[in-house]
């Protein structure tokens, strides 16, 4: 199966947006930057943030797709099945290892 590859600004984009929210139902507060104080945030603000970097080109409603699904392909067929944390699959991992040369 193929699928687009999420960039590395998708990935920004996907990560902004939660941790907007993460800050906004935690603590009621949005920080624009490490630099700026927090400023309360109210479920109005809130629904106008989320407009406007859903909509924003680009914007988020496409990149999730590629973040969540390109990453949960990549669990399923190169992740060890029984492991917590992310670790090659057995089978990949002997092949790497096996073929981990120094060039000549």
């Known amino acids: 199966m193929k699928m687009a590859k999420a960039s590395k600004d998708d ?34 603000d809130l629904t106008a943030m989320l407009q406007r970097q859903w909509e924003a080109r680009p914007g988020v409603a496409s990149a999730w797709r590629r973040v969540v699904f390109g990453c949960d392909m990549l669990i399923d067929n190169c992740c060890d099945p029984d492991s917590d944390t992310l670790e090659w699959r057995p089978e990949v991992a002997e092949f790497i290892e096996a073929n981990d040369r120094p060039p000549e």
């Open 11 to 44: 990935i920004k984009r996907v990560a902004a947006l939660f941790n907007l929210l993460e800050e906004v139902l935690e603590c009621g507060t949005y920080t624009a930057d490490q630099e700026s104080e927090p400023v309360p945030v109210t479920l109005i």
